[in-house]
């Protein structure tokens, strides 16, 4: 269905209420407002009546959308994470009656973002020397053989493995 303005709208209704016919609509509007390419087709008459008669209006629906999240929705959430910042969103959800994805909004809003304590070990002294030590032999090897960097494949890639 074509965008049609109210006034066009009211127009067509009008006159198809008052001659109960399709063509007689069609031949005023172009008449009416010009427009000789896109006279309302037979459904969208009929549906700008059936929409007339069952939601008494002409005017298109509010789409809605989703509700707005409350400051006391976020406080919420802010306060169970901050309470206990190893709970996992879908616990979380679970346990306020959210979804998943709400949680996540409301954690977001509330400025929490979700991040996993990564163990590492500590560098100590000699891991240092032997950095140093290594740089060092790579670079003699490299003075050794100048063309290996021509056969030699840098990527970004990694591969991460959870155990």
Same mark, same amino acid.
């Given at each position: 269905?074509?965008?049609y303005?109210?006034?066009? $709208?009211?127009f ?5 209420w &008052? ?27 009929? %549906? ?30 802010? =306060? ?6 190893s709970?996992?969103? $879908?616990?979380?959800?679970?346990e306020t ?7 996540? $909004? %409301?954690?977001?809003? #509330? &400025?929490?973002? %979700? /991040?996993?304590?990564?163990?590492v ?8 020397v032997?950095?140093v030590? /290594? ?8 003075? =050794?053989?100048?063309?290996?960097? =021509? /056969?030699?494949?840098?990527? =970004?890639? #990694? ?5």
């Amino acid at each position: 269905m074509n965008r049609y303005t109210l006034e066009q $709208r009211v127009f067509i209704i009008r006159v198809y209420w &008052k001659t109960d016919s399709i063509q007689a609509c069609q031949e005023q509007f172009v008449k009416r407002f010009g427009d000789k390419r896109h006279p309302p087709s037979k459904s969208t008459i009929c %549906a700008l009546a059936k929409k007339l008669e069952t939601h008494g209006t002409l005017l298109d629906r509010h789409a809605g959308g989703r509700e707005q999240m409350t400051q006391e929705t976020i406080t919420n959430v802010k =306060d169970r994470l901050l309470a206990s910042p190893s709970k996992s969103l $879908r616990r979380l959800s679970q346990e306020t009656g959210m979804s998943k994805n709400s949680c996540q $909004r %409301a954690a977001k809003k #509330a &400025k929490l973002h %979700a /991040y996993r304590y990564t163990v590492v070990h500590e560098l100590k002294e000699t891991d240092k020397v032997k950095r140093v030590r /290594y740089c060092q032999n790579y670079q003699t090897f490299l003075q =050794d053989n100048p063309t290996i960097l =021509d /056969y030699t494949w840098f990527t =970004d890639e #990694a591969w991460f493995h959870l155990s």
